[in-house]
């Protein structure tokens, strides 16, 4: 702990009394073989709590006199080729030096667990909506889906059963890459299989983990993997490759070392965490090697094909929803093609807002309303796309 200062002096900004600590640190410049520690330092704790360095050394004469005194012995002792100039190290106070560094690490880490702890809120698991009944999905995506599920099902039996344990050094974690385009059903996949293995599902997106502070969106990884493991819920990041992607080689300023901070946490609560994660990306092929050599499948999400358009589109049209009862399918999927299910999703969605602006008694989703709808739709994310 630090000593209480005995003198009345107050922090000339915050008006508190100044503390005293052996935590001062001197090198020189000019003779770098020199390194003083333990220097009593008299501080603000409110100052020092904010990061700003307002210590002042206390017995500066005195520890400079003794430093001059080193200084000038070294530099007049002769030293041959083989016993040349040695480094020197000289630490005042030694056991209050020690006493307060181990409190200040202490107090580090406390308020390290404390910051963490008060980000778990800003991660709520959900109960899953979907079922996998419910997904609309390629026969291949819909297998290598059903193989990954097996293996969660089934750990018992395949790692302690069959001992594949001893092969794994993950153990019973499970990581996923789900990739593909843009409302391809990557999140309703995952929320399937939480609700498959009957657990919540807490999704963090990029947006939630990022932030412009320099140190905090690793703080944000470490709150949801800690959030996830307390509630044994199926952990899904989504726009992975912001966070996934290569490490940054050349470190030119703060901010690229923070990106190559998060990553590298990401990495080491990846290995820690024992349960479910599953990340999703648009380009997967921003992942570093070392989150790719880490997830146990890699499962792509295409576009859909004309027949799966057909059974989505009928997906996303409830029976109180008021449709043109001689709807032509036929028209539907083709004006969708290259759309996903997200794009007709967000067509019916914007179909229905047309109806609804007609006069009451005519307020009949048509043919016309749901081919305008998916037009405007792709025509937005093609702009969008060139921009």
Same mark, same amino acid.
């Given at each position: 702990?630090?000593?209480?200062?005995?003198?009345?002096?107050?922090?000339?900004?915050?008006?508190?009394?100044?503390?005293?600590?052996?935590?001062?640190?001197?090198?020189?410049?000019?003779?770098?073989?020199?390194?003083?520690?333990?220097?009593?330092?008299?501080?603000?704790?409110?100052?020092?709590?904010?990061?700003?360095?307002?210590?002042?050394?206390?017995?500066?004469?005195?520890?400079?006199?003794?430093?001059?005194?080193?200084?000038?012995?070294?530099?007049?002792?002769?030293?041959?080729?083989?016993?040349?100039?040695?480094?020197?190290?000289?630490?005042?106070?030694?056991?209050?030096?020690?006493?307060?560094?181990?409190?200040?690490?202490?107090?580090?880490?406390?308020?390290?667990?404390?910051?963490?702890?008060?980000? %778990?809120?800003?991660?709520?698991? @959900? $109960?899953?909506? &979907?079922?996998?009944?419910? =997904?609309?999905?390629? /026969?291949? *995506?819909?297998?290598?889906?059903?193989?990954? %599920?097996?293996?969660?099902?089934? @750990? $018992?039996?395949? &790692?302690?059963?069959?001992? =594949?344990?001893?092969? /794994?050094? *993950?153990?019973?974690?499970?990581?996923?890459?789900?990739?593909?385009?843009?409302?391809?059903?990557?999140?309703?996949?995952?929320?399937?299989?939480?609700?498959?293995?009957?657990?919540?599902?807490?999704?963090?997106?990029?947006?939630?983990?990022?932030?412009?502070?320099?140190?905090?969106?690793?703080?944000?990884?470490?709150?949801?993997?800690?959030?996830?493991?307390?509630?044994?819920?199926?952990?899904?990041?989504?726009?992975?490759?912001?966070?996934?992607?290569?490490?940054?080689?050349?470190?030119?300023?703060?901010?690229?070392?923070?990106?190559?901070?998060?990553?590298?946490?990401?990495?080491?609560?990846?290995?820690?965490?024992?349960?479910?994660?599953?990340?999703?990306?648009?380009?997967?092929?921003?992942?570093?090697?070392?989150?790719?050599?880490?997830?146990?499948?890699?499962?792509?999400?295409?576009?859909?094909?004309?027949?799966?358009?057909?059974?989505?589109?009928?997906?996303?049209?409830?029976?109180?929803?008021?449709?043109?009862?001689?709807?032509?399918?036929?028209?539907?999927?083709?004006?969708?093609?290259?759309?996903?299910?997200?794009?007709?999703?967000?067509?019916?969605?914007?179909?229905?807002?047309?109806?609804?602006?007609?006069?009451?008694?005519?307020?009949?989703?048509?043919?016309?309303?749901?081919?305008?709808?998916?037009?405007?739709?792709?025509?937005?994310?093609?702009?969008?796309?060139?921009?």
């Amino acid at each position: 702990m630090p000593f209480r200062s005995s003198s009345p002096d107050l922090c000339p900004i915050h008006q508190v009394p100044l503390e005293i600590a052996y935590r001062g640190k001197k090198t020189f410049p000019d003779c770098p073989n020199i390194v003083v520690e333990g220097l009593p330092m008299r501080y603000c704790p409110i100052c020092f709590a904010q990061g700003k360095d307002s210590a002042q050394e206390l017995d500066a004469p005195k520890s400079g006199a003794f430093i001059a005194k080193l200084r000038a012995l070294i530099e007049k002792s002769d030293f041959s080729e083989h016993l040349g100039k040695p480094n020197v190290a000289v630490r005042f106070n030694p056991v209050r030096a020690t006493l307060d560094g181990e409190a200040s690490r202490a107090a580090k880490r406390r308020d390290f667990d404390e910051d963490i702890a008060a980000r %778990l809120d800003n991660f709520v698991p @959900q $109960k899953p909506l &979907y079922s996998l009944d419910r =997904l609309v999905l390629s /026969d291949e *995506t819909m297998s290598q889906l059903r193989h990954a %599920l097996a293996l969660l099902e089934q @750990q $018992k039996l395949i &790692y302690e059963t069959w001992n =594949l344990q001893s092969i /794994d050094r *993950t153990g019973r974690k499970i990581a996923l890459n789900f990739y593909g385009e843009p409302g391809t059903g990557k999140t309703l996949a995952a929320d399937a299989i939480a609700n498959r293995l009957g657990k919540e599902i807490l999704i963090a997106s990029y947006a939630e983990m990022e932030s412009k502070y320099v140190g905090e969106t690793p703080k944000n990884i470490r709150a949801a993997f800690r959030k996830a493991s307390e509630t044994q819920a199926v952990l899904f990041f989504d726009e992975a490759d912001s966070i996934l992607g290569k490490r940054l080689t050349h470190v030119a300023q703060s901010s690229d070392h923070s990106v190559n901070l998060a990553r590298s946490t990401m990495l080491l609560e990846l290995d820690r965490f024992d349960g479910v994660v599953i990340f999703a990306s648009n380009l997967v092929r921003n992942y570093d090697g070392a989150f790719l050599r880490r997830m146990l499948a890699h499962i792509e999400f295409p576009l859909p094909s004309a027949d799966l358009r057909l059974k989505i589109w009928k997906a996303h049209l409830p029976p109180q929803l008021p449709v043109q009862p001689d709807l032509n399918f036929d028209r539907l999927v083709e004006a969708s093609e290259g759309a996903s299910g997200g794009d007709i999703k967000n067509a019916v969605l914007l179909a229905a807002s047309y109806a609804a602006t007609k006069p009451k008694g005519k307020q009949i989703v048509e043919e016309e309303d749901f081919v305008k709808a998916i037009r405007f739709v792709m025509e937005g994310k093609r702009k969008a796309a060139q921009a």
